[in-house]
Protein backbone atom coordinates (compact mmCIF):
# COMPACT_ATOMS: atom_id res chain seq x y z
CA UNK A 1 0.00 0.00 0.00
CA UNK A 2 1.09 3.65 -1.19
CA UNK A 3 0.38 7.12 -0.06
CA UNK A 4 0.82 10.20 -2.27
CA UNK A 5 1.85 12.97 0.14
CA UNK A 6 1.18 16.62 -1.98
CA UNK A 7 3.29 19.40 -1.16
CA UNK A 8 1.35 22.76 -2.50
CA UNK A 9 4.08 25.31 -1.07
CA UNK A 10 6.50 27.05 -3.31
CA UNK A 11 9.21 26.10 -1.02
CA UNK A 12 10.21 22.25 -1.38
CA UNK A 13 11.74 22.20 1.71
CA UNK A 14 9.40 24.44 3.99
CA UNK A 15 7.04 24.44 6.77
CA UNK A 16 4.56 22.47 5.14
CA UNK A 17 6.75 19.88 3.65
CA UNK A 18 7.74 19.54 7.59
CA UNK A 19 4.80 18.64 8.61
CA UNK A 20 4.38 16.33 5.23
CA UNK A 21 7.56 14.28 6.62
CA UNK A 22 6.20 13.70 10.09
CA UNK A 23 3.06 12.02 8.55
CA UNK A 24 5.10 10.17 6.01
CA UNK A 25 7.31 8.72 9.13
CA UNK A 26 4.43 7.93 10.71
CA UNK A 27 3.03 5.73 7.65
CA UNK A 28 6.44 3.82 7.28
CA UNK A 29 6.56 3.72 10.51
CA UNK A 30 3.22 1.26 9.99
CA UNK A 31 4.19 -0.69 7.21
CA UNK A 32 3.03 2.04 4.20
CA UNK A 33 4.75 3.33 1.47
CA UNK A 34 4.99 7.19 1.55
CA UNK A 35 6.01 9.46 -1.17
CA UNK A 36 6.21 13.23 -1.09
CA UNK A 37 4.78 15.04 -4.60
CA UNK A 38 5.79 18.79 -5.06
CA UNK A 39 4.00 20.79 -7.51
CA UNK A 40 6.82 23.17 -8.23
CA UNK A 41 7.13 26.71 -7.86
CA UNK A 42 6.35 27.67 -11.06
CA UNK A 43 2.80 29.16 -12.19
CA UNK A 44 0.24 26.33 -12.75
CA UNK A 45 -2.39 27.63 -14.30
CA UNK A 46 -6.16 27.08 -13.51
CA UNK A 47 -9.19 25.50 -14.91
CA UNK A 48 -10.27 27.42 -17.90
CA UNK A 49 -13.41 24.82 -18.72
CA UNK A 50 -12.57 24.52 -22.26
CA UNK A 51 -13.60 20.51 -22.02
CA UNK A 52 -10.88 19.26 -23.56
CA UNK A 53 -10.23 16.75 -21.06
CA UNK A 54 -13.67 15.33 -21.64
CA UNK A 55 -12.33 13.73 -25.11
CA UNK A 56 -8.56 13.02 -23.93
CA UNK A 57 -8.72 11.67 -20.56
CA UNK A 58 -6.65 13.92 -18.90
CA UNK A 59 -5.89 17.62 -18.39
CA UNK A 60 -5.03 18.98 -22.26
CA UNK A 61 -2.36 21.67 -20.87
CA UNK A 62 -0.31 18.79 -18.85
CA UNK A 63 2.62 19.69 -16.35
CA UNK A 64 2.47 18.41 -12.70
CA UNK A 65 -1.07 18.17 -12.86
CA UNK A 66 -1.03 15.06 -15.32
CA UNK A 67 2.11 13.70 -13.67
CA UNK A 68 0.40 13.45 -10.50
CA UNK A 69 -2.27 12.06 -11.97
CA UNK A 70 -0.83 8.83 -13.51
CA UNK A 71 0.78 7.94 -9.82
CA UNK A 72 -2.49 8.56 -8.14
CA UNK A 73 -3.75 5.57 -10.26
CA UNK A 74 -1.79 3.75 -8.58
CA UNK A 75 -1.70 5.25 -4.84
CA UNK A 76 -4.11 3.86 -2.01
CA UNK A 77 -4.81 7.19 -0.24
CA UNK A 78 -3.45 10.80 -0.10
CA UNK A 79 -2.43 14.06 2.01
CA UNK A 80 -2.88 17.32 0.17
CA UNK A 81 -0.85 19.97 2.01
CA UNK A 82 -0.46 23.58 1.51
CA UNK A 83 0.89 26.79 3.56
CA UNK A 84 -1.70 29.38 4.01
CA UNK A 85 -1.76 32.22 1.82
CA UNK A 86 -4.32 34.88 3.10
CA UNK A 87 -6.33 32.79 5.35
CA UNK A 88 -6.23 30.23 2.03
CA UNK A 89 -4.97 27.38 0.63
CA UNK A 90 -1.57 28.92 -1.91
CA UNK A 91 -2.65 29.93 -5.61
CA UNK A 92 -0.48 27.15 -7.16
CA UNK A 93 -2.38 24.51 -4.87
CA UNK A 94 -5.83 25.63 -6.08
CA UNK A 95 -5.31 25.73 -9.33
CA UNK A 96 -3.35 22.34 -9.55
CA UNK A 97 -6.04 20.90 -7.44
CA UNK A 98 -9.36 21.98 -9.69
CA UNK A 99 -7.71 21.26 -12.98
CA UNK A 100 -6.69 17.49 -11.27
CA UNK A 101 -9.90 16.85 -10.07
CA UNK A 102 -12.04 18.13 -12.96
CA UNK A 103 -9.89 16.55 -14.97
CA UNK A 104 -8.49 12.78 -14.14
CA UNK A 105 -11.25 9.89 -14.25
CA UNK A 106 -13.34 9.56 -11.06
CA UNK A 107 -12.13 5.71 -10.39
CA UNK A 108 -8.39 7.88 -9.88
CA UNK A 109 -9.70 9.02 -6.47
CA UNK A 110 -13.08 7.28 -5.52
CA UNK A 111 -13.08 5.35 -2.46
CA UNK A 112 -9.34 6.23 -1.43
CA UNK A 113 -8.31 7.81 2.28
CA UNK A 114 -7.62 11.40 1.80
CA UNK A 115 -6.15 13.94 4.87
CA UNK A 116 -5.48 17.86 4.46
CA UNK A 117 -2.80 19.64 6.21
CA UNK A 118 -2.56 23.20 6.43
CA UNK A 119 0.30 25.43 7.83
CA UNK A 120 0.70 28.88 8.33
CA UNK A 121 3.04 31.32 10.80
CA UNK A 122 -0.40 32.32 12.89
CA UNK A 123 -4.32 32.54 11.64
CA UNK A 124 -6.23 31.04 8.57
CA UNK A 125 -5.19 27.32 9.38
CA UNK A 126 -8.69 26.51 9.59
CA UNK A 127 -10.19 28.10 6.42
CA UNK A 128 -7.83 27.03 4.19
CA UNK A 129 -8.29 23.63 6.06
CA UNK A 130 -11.96 23.68 5.76
CA UNK A 131 -11.50 24.78 1.40
CA UNK A 132 -9.41 21.66 0.40
CA UNK A 133 -11.69 18.90 2.02
CA UNK A 134 -14.20 19.99 -0.75
CA UNK A 135 -11.88 18.36 -3.32
CA UNK A 136 -12.14 14.57 -1.67
CA UNK A 137 -15.49 15.43 -0.32
CA UNK A 138 -17.09 15.36 -4.06
CA UNK A 139 -14.86 12.34 -4.77
CA UNK A 140 -16.48 9.91 -2.22
CA UNK A 141 -13.03 9.81 -0.38
CA UNK A 142 -12.91 9.00 3.49
CA UNK A 143 -11.73 11.87 5.16
CA UNK A 144 -9.02 10.88 8.07
CA UNK A 145 -8.60 12.90 10.68
CA UNK A 146 -6.59 13.01 13.43
CA UNK A 147 -6.25 14.11 17.69
CA UNK A 148 -7.09 17.62 16.59
CA UNK A 149 -7.24 19.80 12.86
CA UNK A 150 -4.30 19.16 10.74
CA UNK A 151 -2.00 21.92 11.26
CA UNK A 152 1.29 23.17 12.16
CA UNK A 153 2.63 26.61 12.95
CA UNK A 154 5.99 28.45 12.16
CA UNK A 155 7.15 30.55 9.87
CA UNK A 156 10.36 28.18 8.87
CA UNK A 157 10.77 24.62 9.06
CA UNK A 158 12.70 24.92 12.52
CA UNK A 159 9.49 26.58 14.02
CA UNK A 160 7.86 23.86 13.11
CA UNK A 161 9.48 21.94 14.60
CA UNK A 162 9.16 23.70 17.94
CA UNK A 163 5.14 22.90 17.52
CA UNK A 164 5.30 19.86 19.65
CA UNK A 165 1.00 19.84 19.29
CA UNK A 166 0.76 20.35 15.58
CA UNK A 167 3.68 17.43 14.92
CA UNK A 168 1.85 15.20 17.33
CA UNK A 169 -0.86 15.64 15.26
CA UNK A 170 0.37 14.82 11.92
CA UNK A 171 1.97 11.41 13.68
CA UNK A 172 -1.88 10.71 14.42
CA UNK A 173 -2.61 11.27 11.06
CA UNK A 174 -0.24 9.14 9.71
CA UNK A 175 -1.41 6.21 11.72
CA UNK A 176 -5.16 6.65 11.65
CA UNK A 177 -4.50 6.75 7.41
CA UNK A 178 -2.41 3.62 7.82
CA UNK A 179 -5.25 1.82 10.22
CA UNK A 180 -7.58 2.60 7.55
CA UNK A 181 -5.92 1.34 4.43
CA UNK A 182 -5.14 -1.68 6.51
CA UNK A 183 -9.15 -1.81 7.32
CA UNK A 184 -10.48 -1.22 3.89
CA UNK A 185 -7.77 -3.86 2.43
CA UNK A 186 -9.20 -6.11 5.22
CA UNK A 187 -12.35 -5.79 4.14
CA UNK A 188 -12.23 -6.06 0.16
CA UNK A 189 -10.00 -9.41 1.58
CA UNK A 190 -13.40 -10.76 3.16
CA UNK A 191 -15.46 -10.22 0.25
CA UNK A 192 -17.18 -7.05 1.52
CA UNK A 193 -18.59 -5.13 -1.56
CA UNK A 194 -18.16 -2.00 -2.36
CA UNK A 195 -21.15 0.21 -3.26
CA UNK A 196 -21.41 1.79 -6.67
CA UNK A 197 -19.96 5.12 -7.28
CA UNK A 198 -22.50 7.86 -7.78
CA UNK A 199 -23.08 9.43 -10.53
CA UNK A 200 -23.43 13.08 -9.32
CA UNK A 201 -19.99 15.03 -9.62
CA UNK A 202 -18.26 17.57 -11.78
CA UNK A 203 -18.22 15.72 -14.82
CA UNK A 204 -21.66 14.62 -15.00
CA UNK A 205 -22.38 18.58 -15.79
CA UNK A 206 -20.04 18.65 -18.88
CA UNK A 207 -21.89 18.12 -22.01
CA UNK A 208 -19.33 16.12 -23.53
CA UNK A 209 -19.91 13.67 -20.90
CA UNK A 210 -23.73 13.41 -21.32
CA UNK A 211 -25.32 10.46 -23.52
CA UNK A 212 -26.76 11.02 -26.63
CA UNK A 213 -30.47 11.56 -26.46
CA UNK A 214 -32.95 8.23 -26.75
CA UNK A 215 -34.62 7.93 -29.71
CA UNK A 216 -38.17 8.59 -30.01
CA UNK A 217 -39.21 5.01 -30.21
CA UNK A 218 -37.29 4.09 -27.24
CA UNK A 219 -39.05 6.94 -25.39
CA UNK A 220 -42.33 5.58 -26.34
CA UNK A 221 -41.20 1.88 -25.24
CA UNK A 222 -40.00 3.69 -21.51
CA UNK A 223 -43.00 5.44 -21.21
CA UNK A 224 -45.16 3.14 -21.92
CA UNK A 225 -44.03 0.67 -19.27
CA UNK A 226 -43.26 3.39 -16.72
CA UNK A 227 -46.47 4.62 -17.22
CA UNK A 228 -48.58 1.15 -17.03
CA UNK A 229 -47.28 0.60 -13.76
CA UNK A 230 -48.07 4.23 -12.01
CA UNK A 231 -51.19 5.42 -13.76
CA UNK A 232 -54.99 4.36 -13.60
CA UNK A 233 -55.67 3.55 -18.08
CA UNK A 234 -54.04 0.88 -18.62
CA UNK A 235 -51.79 -0.94 -20.77
CA UNK A 236 -51.88 2.66 -22.95
CA UNK A 237 -52.76 5.26 -20.58
CA UNK A 238 -53.75 8.79 -22.42
CA UNK A 239 -51.88 11.89 -22.02
CA UNK A 240 -54.10 14.96 -22.03
CA UNK A 241 -51.99 18.39 -22.08
CA UNK A 242 -53.47 21.97 -22.84
CA UNK A 243 -51.76 25.43 -23.26
CA UNK A 244 -52.57 27.99 -21.48
CA UNK A 245 -53.00 31.66 -21.50
CA UNK A 246 -51.95 34.07 -18.70
CA UNK A 247 -49.35 35.28 -16.80
CA UNK A 248 -46.79 32.52 -15.97
CA UNK A 249 -49.09 29.76 -16.83
CA UNK A 250 -51.78 29.40 -14.09
CA UNK A 251 -50.96 32.62 -12.56
CA UNK A 252 -52.83 35.86 -12.83
CA UNK A 253 -55.27 38.05 -12.39
CA UNK A 254 -57.60 36.59 -14.57
CA UNK A 255 -58.56 32.52 -14.89
CA UNK A 256 -56.32 30.83 -17.45
CA UNK A 257 -57.88 29.93 -20.20
CA UNK A 258 -57.40 26.66 -22.79
CA UNK A 259 -55.81 27.49 -26.48
CA UNK A 260 -56.22 23.99 -27.32
CA UNK A 261 -56.29 20.35 -26.07
CA UNK A 262 -55.04 17.10 -27.72
CA UNK A 263 -54.98 13.19 -26.28
CA UNK A 264 -51.89 11.15 -27.35
CA UNK A 265 -51.90 7.56 -27.01
CA UNK A 266 -48.37 6.91 -25.14
CA UNK A 267 -48.45 3.18 -26.53
CA UNK A 268 -48.06 4.23 -30.22
CA UNK A 269 -45.28 3.18 -32.60
CA UNK A 270 -43.92 6.65 -33.04
CA UNK A 271 -45.43 9.74 -30.55
CA UNK A 272 -46.67 12.32 -32.19
CA UNK A 273 -45.21 15.84 -32.08
CA UNK A 274 -46.71 18.10 -29.37
CA UNK A 275 -49.65 20.40 -31.21
CA UNK A 276 -48.55 23.56 -32.68
CA UNK A 277 -50.65 26.13 -30.94
CA UNK A 278 -50.51 29.69 -31.79
CA UNK A 279 -48.34 31.54 -29.68
CA UNK A 280 -49.97 33.46 -26.80
CA UNK A 281 -49.17 36.81 -25.71
CA UNK A 282 -49.18 37.28 -21.90
CA UNK A 283 -51.00 40.15 -20.49
CA UNK A 284 -47.52 40.33 -18.55
CA UNK A 285 -43.98 39.68 -19.75
CA UNK A 286 -42.09 39.13 -22.93
CA UNK A 287 -44.50 39.58 -25.82
CA UNK A 288 -45.38 36.53 -28.17
CA UNK A 289 -44.00 33.83 -26.00
CA UNK A 290 -45.34 30.24 -26.22
CA UNK A 291 -47.57 29.85 -23.54
CA UNK A 292 -47.16 26.54 -21.53
CA UNK A 293 -47.76 23.17 -22.06
CA UNK A 294 -49.21 21.56 -18.88
CA UNK A 295 -49.81 17.57 -19.23
CA UNK A 296 -52.18 15.63 -16.56
CA UNK A 297 -51.69 11.86 -15.52
CA UNK A 298 -54.40 10.41 -13.52
CA UNK A 299 -52.76 7.82 -11.11
CA UNK A 300 -53.59 4.69 -9.33
CA UNK A 301 -52.61 5.83 -6.07
CA UNK A 302 -55.11 9.13 -6.61
CA UNK A 303 -54.69 12.48 -7.38
CA UNK A 304 -52.32 13.05 -10.81
CA UNK A 305 -49.09 14.26 -12.18
CA UNK A 306 -48.87 17.84 -13.47
CA UNK A 307 -45.78 18.64 -16.07
CA UNK A 308 -45.19 21.83 -17.63
CA UNK A 309 -43.57 22.74 -20.20
CA UNK A 310 -43.00 26.43 -21.52
CA UNK A 311 -42.68 25.06 -25.47
CA UNK A 312 -44.83 23.61 -27.66
CA UNK A 313 -42.12 22.38 -30.07
CA UNK A 314 -40.71 19.10 -29.08
CA UNK A 315 -42.85 15.86 -27.81
CA UNK A 316 -43.80 15.70 -24.19
CA UNK A 317 -42.37 12.37 -23.98
CA UNK A 318 -39.56 13.21 -22.72
CA UNK A 319 -40.34 15.29 -19.97
CA UNK A 320 -43.26 12.78 -18.84
CA UNK A 321 -40.73 10.03 -18.74
CA UNK A 322 -38.02 12.01 -16.62
CA UNK A 323 -41.17 12.91 -13.79
CA UNK A 324 -42.65 9.79 -13.95
Not at 89 to 109: H, I, Q, V, W
Not at 245 to 262: D, S, Y
Not at 298 to 318: C, D, H, I, M, Q
Request: glycine share 10%.
Amino acid sequence: MKVLLVNGSPHRNGCTDTALREVAGALQAEGIDAEIFWIGNEPVGGCIACGGCAKAGKCVFGGTVNEFAEKAKEADGFVFGTPVHYAAASGNMTAFLDRLFYSAPKETFCRKPAAVVTSARRAGTTAAYEQLLKYPGIMEMPIVSSCYWNNVHGSCPEDVQKDEEGLRTMRVLGRNMAWLLRCIAAGTAAGVPAPPPGTHGPHKFHPLKQPKAPLPGELSAKLTERLSQICIEKPKPQIQFAVWKGRNGLRGKEAPRTAGTRSVEAGSDAPPAAPSFPSCRKRWGRKGALGCVWCFLPLNSGGALVFRRRSTRKSPYEFLLRAA
